[in-house]
């Protein structure tokens, strides 16, 4: 196929186990597919290492999409993995697309009779659910699927993600990624990988179009002017202001605007403290105005904002659902008897969640444990890193008697 951009990437799951990331970063690699997981809606079926491998990507600065393999037979189950997708990206920013991934590696569609048709409509199913809730999405199979078993008009709008392991790739509709291999050699990973090659800058597309929660980015008409504090991003393909390559990276950032002088402007002095012209900045559409918080809201906090003091807080804190018990001007106290840190309100996410609807309050008691008090309330003690992530701790927290932890409700 081709195109103005190419791109090397690789496709990875549980199967890969624990990657250096930064080992891959530095292999030349530009982007990385994570399996989120397989089949319908259940946490048993959760690929045990996508929240690693996604928090590893972005303190990477490698761009991310993700896939899950389908074992759907009808349209039901199509619906249960769609919204295996959604539960796992929830909160969550990826600059690929999200694959579904439609083949029958060990038989199973064969074994359950699944026809064509169905396998047609179910890839339309997941995809056009996907489409409505603001994804970018896509399918992924081989070139034998893709030929004869997936060759629908239907389907046509969905960016194909082919997996044909050959010298070069044969497929006669246009396609986005091909996977060129399953013996990649990539430093940072123990064994053999799946390596890719990406057509098209997915990341640029994603972040203009607003998709995958990203919000939608505007460039200036001409004469637009900029101003200090601005927050923007640089184009794809643009120089310095001195007229040097910048690294790939950059384009990915997003930056303030610190000095100014004509079109000269000098983005982020304490990082990568760079110019360009202003004709090759584009300027990030403003928040929209502040959200009336008070005193109960059910909260999260933003990635990378401080406490109220300016103390950096660890990142699993980001993860936490927390209520808040006092609120004063633009100060917001949360969980006085769980966290209790205070953050300003600008900092904040509010959800809908509500405690009664979504959660309930348990008193740790002497002796309790994660492991303990998950087992008893959410039934299972495997899900003490979801009760630990839901109240914003770590799994080697302390527990001390009097402390109140939330417990989410089971969907």
Not at 92 to 99: I, M
Not at 126 to 136: H, P
Not at 176 to 185: L, R
Not at 208 to 214: H, M, P, R, T
Request: hydrophobic share 35%; charged share 25%; glycine share 8%.
């Amino acid at each position: 196929m081709k195109s103005a951009y190419s791109y090397k990437g690789i496709d990875v799951s549980a199967f890969q186990g624990r990657i250096d990331f930064a080992r891959v970063k530095a292999a030349g690699i530009d982007f990385v597919l994570i399996r989120c997981g397989y089949g319908g809606n259940y946490e048993s079926q959760d690929d045990p290492y996508f929240e690693r491998n996604v928090a590893e990507c972005e303190k990477n600065e490698i761009p991310w999409g993700t896939y899950l393999y389908s074992y759907a037979t009808n349209l039901e189950q199509a619906q249960s993995e769609y919204q295996h997708i959604i539960r796992l990206l929830k909160g969550k920013r990826p600059q690929y697309p999200v694959f579904l991934d439609m083949e029958d590696a060990d038989g199973y569609k064969e074994k359950y009779d699944v026809s064509d048709q169905m396998c047609v409509d179910i890839c339309d199913t997941v995809c056009d659910s996907l489409e409505r809730a603001g994804y970018y999405a896509g399918i992924y199979s081989n070139l034998y699927w893709f030929t004869h078993k997936l060759n629908n008009d239907k389907l046509d709008r969905f960016d194909k993600w082919l997996a044909q392991w050959a010298s070069a790739p044969t497929y006669q509709k246009p396609f986005g990624i091909w996977q060129n291999s399953n013996n990649g050699d990539i430093a940072g990973i123990t064994g053999r990988v799946d390596t890719d090659i990406a057509y098209k800058n997915y990341p640029a597309i994603i972040r203009e179009a607003g998709l995958n929660g990203w919000d939608k980015e505007e460039t200036p008409e001409p004469g637009t002017t900029f101003k200090v504090g601005d927050l923007v991003r640089v184009k794809e393909g643009a120089r310095s202001y001195e007229g040097k390559k910048i690294a790939s990276f950059v384009y990915q950032g997003e930056y303030v605007i610190d000095q100014l002088k004509g079109d000269r402007a000098v983005l982020d002095q304490k990082g990568i403290n760079t110019a360009f012209h202003t004709a090759d900045l584009i300027l990030i559409k403003e928040e929209p105005p502040a959200v009336p918080f008070k005193v109960g809201d059910v909260v999260m906090v933003k990635k990378g904002a401080k406490s109220y003091e300016g103390k950096k807080i660890a990142s699993f804190v980001y993860k936490g659902h927390y209520v808040i018990d006092q609120l004063k001007g633009d100060r917001a106290v949360l969980d006085q008897k769980g966290i209790n840190t205070a953050f300003h309100t600008a900092d904040l996410i509010l959800t809908n969640e509500r405690a009664g609807k979504n959660f309930t309050y348990y008193t740790v008691k002497q002796g309790d444990s994660f492991w303990k008090i998950a087992k008893q309330k959410l039934g299972s003690g495997f899900k003490f890193l979801q009760l630990a992530r839901y109240n914003g701790l770590k799994i080697t927290s302390v527990l001390h008697p009097g402390q109140l932890l939330k417990i989410p409700k089971n969907d």
